[in-house]
C-alpha cells in the first residue's frame, strides 16, 4: 500500500515536472506558432540563474522563484525583440534561427561556467511513507506546477491582459484593428514563455543539476509534449503530460529506464497517429 | 609567375637540397606522441585530468633530456565526447602525424572505435583508463585496473560490512554491463545475492522511480557503476530521498569524475571505492609527484584522479620501454614492454604483465569523507586475473577480440 502512494507520488512527480518543462514552450507555440528550438536553453539558463544566484548567498527560494524567471524572461524579451519579431509567420526560419540560438547559448555557457555539471543540494529533507522515503522537493515540484498552471488560467481566463492575449492568438489583424498592439503582445508573450522555461529550468536543477547541453534532454520531451497537447495551450499541455506522464513512469517503474523512454515515445506516436491535431484536437476543445 | 629553364632549375635545386637538409636533420626531429582524449562535452569531466597527466609527463621527459636524444611532441586531439573523431583523429594520428604511441580512449565504447584503427595502421595503443577488463590485443597495452583487481577486493569488503544482498546499478553500454556481470559473480562467490541490476542510459537524470523501486528490494547496499555529468543526479536523488543514511552504497565509477567535489559531503559522505591512485597515498614518489603536479596546475587543482595517474603510468611505461628498445618502432617496444617492463610510479610499483599486457600494480579501498578519499585497506601487486583467465599473447600473439565473461 505504501508502495502504492510513493508510486502515485512519482506518477504526479512527473506528470508535473513534464507539465512545467513544456508550458513555457507551449505558450509561445500555441500564441506565436514560433517553433523555438532554443527551449531546453532557455531551461538551461534558468538552471545556472538559480545556481549562481544561490551561490552569491541570495536565499535558494528567491533564487529559483523570482531571479530564474526575471532573468530569463528579460533574455526571452530580448531574443524577441532581435531575433524573433523579424520572422513571425516563417516557422521554418524561425526553427532554423532558434537553433542557431541554441547551440550560441550552450557555446556561451560552456565557455563561462565550463562543461561540469553544476547542482545545488534539494532542500527541504525526506519524510517517510510507512516503509519507504522520499524527498518532500518532489512534492514542491508537484506544488510549484499546480500553481503555475492555476495562474497562467486565471491569467487566460479572468483579466484583460488574457483576453488580449486569447483575442491576438486567435486573430492578430482583427485585434490590431480593434486597438491591440500585437507586437507588444507577442514580445511580452515570449517575454513570459521564456520566465516559464527559466523558472521550470531552476525548479528541477536541485533535482538533476546542471550543465551546458542539459537542454538537449529536455527540448524534445517538451516538444513531444506540447504537439500531443495541441493547440489548447493548458488543457493540451495539462492532458498530454498527465497522459505521458503516467506511462513514462509506470513503465520505467515495472521494466528499466530505458523501457520507460521507449514507452512514452511510442504512447506518442500512437497518440499522433490516431489524433494528428493533439489531444486537444479532438477532447477539451473549447478549454484554454 | 613565367617559369623558364632557368627559375625552374633555381626551384628544384632549392627544393633538392631543403630535402637533403631535412634529411640529415632527421635525428633532430621530434617524436610525436598522440594523445586522444575528451577535452569538450559530457566527459570532459574524465578527460582534462589525463591530459594535464599527460602534458606533465611528457614536460618531465622533455626536461630530462628526451627520449634517445630527441624531443617529445605531445599532439592533443579533443575528441568532444563524440565517437565519430575518435575514428577520424586515431586516423589522423596514425597516417598524417605518424605518431610514434597513441594514448587515449576515455569510455569502453570509443576505446573499441580506435582500436581497429590503430591495429590497421600498425600504431602502437595505450588504453589507461579503468576498465571492464578482457582485452587482448597484442598492439594495445592496458594500464587501468579491472574487476579482478578491484571489484573483487571491494565486494567482499563492502558485503562484510554492511550485508549479502547487493541492488546493482550501471551506465548502459560495454563498461557498466560486463562490469555489472563482475559484481554479480563476486556477491555470488562470497556467499550473497543481486536480486536487480538496472542499466541507465548516459543522458537519464530522473532516478524518481529507480529509488522506490531500490526501497522495494530492500538490498544492504546499493553498487553503482554510474558514468557521466547526468548520472550525477542520481546521488543528488538518492541523497534527497534520505536515502544515503539507510542505504549505503559501493562504486567502480565514484569519484573518478571529481564526483565526491561536485556533490555535498551530506549527498556522498561513506561511499566505498577502489582504485589504484589516490593523491592523498603516502610514498615519497607520489609526494614528489603531487608537489610538481600541483606546481603545474595550480595549488587549487581539485584532485588528481584514478585516470590522470594511469594516463601518467601509461607514458612512463611506454618511455621506459622506449628507452630499453633503444627505439621508438613498434614492435621493438612492444617487445621491450613484454619483458615485463616496470617502473617505480606514484601509486606504487607498476608492472606490464607480458601475457595480457595489463598491468600488475596496487590497489585501496577508500571511503569518501568531505570531499575527500579516505584510503582504508591496501592491496599490493594485484594481478589482472580476469584477463588473464581468457587472455595469452604469448602463447596465441595473433589473438585480437575481447573477451566477455559468461555467468
Known amino acids: 500500500m505504501d508502495l502504492v502512494a510513493l508510486l502515485a507520488i512519482q506518477v504526479l512527480y512527473a506528470i508535473a515536472s513534464l507539465a512545467l518543462i513544456s508550458v513555457g514552450l507551449a505558450i509561445i507555440f500555441g500564441m506565436m506558432r514560433v517553433i523555438n528550438l532554443a527551449h531546453g536553453e532557455f531551461l538551461m539558463l534558468g538552471g545556472y540563474a538559480a545556481i549562481v544566484a544561490t551561490s552569491h548567498g541570495i536565499s535558494i527560494w528567491i533564487a529559483m522563484l523570482v531571479v530564474a524567471p526575471i532573468v530569463v524572461g528579460l533574455i526571452g524579451v530580448i531574443v524577441e525583440r532581435t531575433i524573433i519579431r523579424f520572422l513571425y509567420g516563417r516557422m521554418i526560419d524561425t526553427m532554423l534561427a532558434t537553433w542557431g540560438l541554441s547551440l550560441f547559448l550552450v557555446g556561451l555557457t560552456t565557455a563561462i561556467f565550463g562543461n561540469t555539471t553544476v547542482g545545488i543540494s534539494a532542500p527541504l529533507g525526506s519524510f517517510q511513507i510507512g516503509a519507504y522515503r522520499t524527498s518532500v522537493y518532489t512534492l514542491f515540484v508537484i506544488a510549484v506546477a499546480a500553481v503555475v498552471l492555476a495562474v497562467i488560467f486565471a491569467v487566460m481566463r479572468w483579466t484583460r491582459l488574457g483576453l488580449i492575449a486569447r483575442g491576438t492568438m486567435q486573430n492578430a489583424n482583427m485585434a490590431a484593428a480593434l486597438g491591440v498592439n500585437p507586437p ?75 523501457f520507460g523512454e521507449v514507452a512514452l515515445l511510442a504512447a506518442a506516436i500512437i497518440l499522433i497517429r490516431l489524433l494528428p491535431q493533439g489531444i486537444t484536437g479532438r477532447f477539451f476543445r473549447r478549454g484554454l | 609567375m613565367r617559369v623558364n629553364r632557368r627559375t625552374f632549375m633555381q626551384g628544384t635545386a632549392a627544393t633538392a637540397a631543403a630535402g637533403m637538409f631535412s634529411s640529415s636533420a632527421w635525428a633532430e626531429e621530434p617524436i610525436n606522441v598522440a594523445s ?120 567482499p569488503y563492502a558485503m562484510k560490512k554492511w550485508g549479502k544482498k547487493v541492488y546493482v546499478i550501471a551506465a548502459d553500454y560495454n563498461y557498466g554491463q560486463i562490469t555489472s556481470q563482475w559484481v554479480k559473480k563476486y556477491v555470488t562467490e562470497n556467499g550473497g545475492e543481486v536480486p536487480a ?51 549505503p552504497m559501493a562504486s567502480t565509477t565514484f569519484a573518478v569524475g571529481n564526483e565526491h567535489i561536485v556533490l555535498s559531503p551530506d549527498e556522498c559522505n561513506g561511499m566505498l571505492i ?12 607520489n609526494e614528489k609527484f603531487v608537489a ?44 621491450a614492454l613484454e619483458t615485463g617492463i616496470s617502473i617505480d610510479a606514484p601509486s606504487g610499483k607498476v608492472t606490464i604483465d607480458p601475457p595480457t599486457h595489463h598491468c600488475v600494480l596496487d590497489v585501496h579501498i577508500a571511503e569518501v569523507a568531505d570531499k575527500k578519499l579516505k584510503v582504508l585497506e591496501d592491496f599490493a601487486q594485484q594481478k ?19 573477451y566477455v565473461i559468461k555467468i
Open chain 2, 384 to 402: 589482472p586475473a580476469d584477463t588473464a583467465a581468457v587472455c595469452d599473447l604469448i602463447k596465441n600473439p595473433t589473438d585480437n577480440q575481447q
Open chain 2, 274 to 285: 577502489c582504485y589504484n591512485y589516490f593523491q592523498d597515498l603516502k610514498n615519497p614518489v
Open chain 2, 36 to 155: 586522444i582524449h575528451d577535452l569538450s562535452g559530457g566527459l570532459d569531466i574524465y578527460g582534462k585530468p589525463m591530459v594535464d597527466a599527460m602534458t606533465l609527463a611528457i614536460e618531465e621527459a622533455n626536461a630530462a633530456g628526451g627520449l634517445l636524444g630527441r624531443q617529445l611532441k605531445l599532439i592533443n586531439y579533443d575528441t568532444q565526447s563524440n565517437m565519430q573523431l575518435y575514428t577520424q583523429f586515431a586516423q589522423q594520428a596514425a597516417l598524417k602525424d605518424k605518431v610514434a604511441v597513441v594514448h587515449g580512449g576515455i569510455t569502453s565504447a570509443s576505446r573499441e572505435v580506435i582500436r581497429p584503427v590503430l591495429d590497421k595502421f600498425k600504431t602502437l595503443y595505450f588504453y589507461n583508463t579503468q576498465y571492464e577488463g578482457g582485452v587482448c590485443d597484442r598492439n594495445q597495452f592496458d594500464t587501468g585496473v579491472t574487476p579482478a583487481q578491484t571489484v573483487e577486493k571491494l565486494v
Open chain 2, 197 to 247: 541490476i538496472d542499466f541507465f542510459p548516459l543522458d537519464v537524470t530522473n532516478f524518481g522511480p529507480t529509488i522506490s523501486k531500490i526501497q522495494a528490494a530492500k538490498p544492504d547496499f546499493v553498487w553503482s557503476a554510474l558514468v557521466g555529468g547526468a548520472h550525477i543526479s542520481f546521488y543528488r536523488q538518492w541523497a534527497a530521498a534520505g536515502m544515503r543514511k539507510s542505504i
Open chain 1, 184 to 258: 507588444r503582445v507577442y514580445a511580452v508573450t515570449f517575454g513570459v514563455g521564456a520566465a516559464l522555461s527559466g523558472l521550470a529550468g531552476a525548479v528541477l536543477a536541485p533535482v538533476s543539476g546542471v550543465f551546458p547541453t542539459i537542454g538537449v534532454a529536455y527540448v524534445a520531451k517538451s516538444f513531444i509534449t506540447v504537439i500531443g497537447g495541441g493547440a489548447a495551450i493548458l488543457s493540451g499541455t495539462v492532458s498530454a503530460s498527465a497522459l505521458f506522464g503516467t506511462i513514462n513512469q509506470i513503465a520505467t517503474f515495472v521494466t528499466t529506464p530505458v
Open chain 2, 292 to 335: 610538481s603536479f600541483l606546481k603545474r596546475f595550480g595549488a587549487d587543482y581539485p584532485n588528481i584522479t584514478e585516470l590522470a595517474m594511469g594516463t601518467y603510468q601509461g607514458f612512463r611505461l611506454w618511455a621506459e620501454a622506449v628507452k630499453k628498445a633503444g627505439s621508438v618502432d613498434r614492435m621493438k617496444v612492444i617487445e
